[in-house]
């Protein structure tokens, strides 16, 4: 349950001359969480409600200070990009030594329901990406709300723990599900779903993302899959300069 947001003074909710960041704060089931919003330029977007996208950062980016999730992912390609990005990227955060499960989770949601309010988001235009552990996170929020997004893009994420070193690294939905990659894409099969990882990743294996590709085919649910040959871990910078994949983001449209 939403408890309560408090917006920090650093900007009004209507599109700016130029792009740019702003800090938002979320009471949330007992605790602050500081995110950050970016919000397009004025002549980046058409007048009236704006495509979003929620953007699930990785291990690397945890804390509470709102900004460490746009150093690295999506963030960097917007600081690139400041004055034509098309659209909203709200990026909560995950408190240090903790993954994008239970609170978590449920609190990314209600900063996604709190800033498409405040900023005025289409929500038939609501998009779900995450690079590593945020690619688990975008795998757990999806089946959470299966009738949300209107694409999902997962980067170089899994569904099951990889190493012994992060038991809690798992998407809740189907951990306990005796076919998870089939319940992935029955579940969510209505999704436009565009996956990537690398090929060499030594963190998260391809393993998963293979399978749930394998369970897509099987049932032709028409999820697609890019795995970069030569990449390891870090499958988002090529992603998010990837012109083709906002071309196919941009189409989707829930009904």
């Not at 190493?163 to 690294?169: E, K, T, W």
């Amino acid at each position: 349950m939403l408890m309560g947001c408090n917006s920090l003074p650093s900007t009004t909710s209507t599109a700016p001359a130029k792009g740019q960041f702003v800090a938002r704060q979320l009471d949330f089931e007992g605790r602050q969480f500081h995110y950050q919003v970016f919000v397009p330029a004025t002549s980046a977007t058409p007048p009236g409600p704006r495509p979003l996208v929620l953007f699930l950062h990785g291990s690397g980016e945890r804390g509470d200070d709102g900004l460490k999730p746009t150093l690295a992912g999506i963030g960097p390609w917007l600081t690139q990009n400041m004055d034509t990005f098309p659209a909203l990227v709200v990026f909560p955060q995950v408190p240090e030594d903790e993954e994008w499960r239970g609170r978590n989770a449920r609190m990314a949601l209600a900063v996604l329901e709190a800033a498409s309010k405040e900023f005025t988001a289409d929500p038939q235009r609501i998009y779900l990406t995450g690079i590593s552990m945020g690619g688990y996170g975008s795998w757990e929020l999806a089946l959470t709300r299966p009738d949300q997004f209107a694409a999902l893009v997962p980067i170089c994420g899994a569904l099951r723990a990889p190493r012994a070193d992060r038991p809690g690294l798992v998407v809740d939905q189907v951990a306990n599900v005796a076919a998870p990659y089939q319940s992935v894409v029955s579940r969510l099969r209505h999704v436009p779903t565009w996956i990537f990882h690398g090929a060499l990743d030594g963190l998260v294996p391809t393993t998963d993302d293979r399978a749930i590709v394998a369970a897509s085919r099987q049932m032709d649910a028409g999820f697609r899959y890019t795995e970069y040959p030569d990449v390891q871990h870090n499958a988002w910078d090529a992603t998010y300069r990837n012109p083709a994949m906002w071309e196919w983001m941009w189409s989707q449209k829930r009904p």
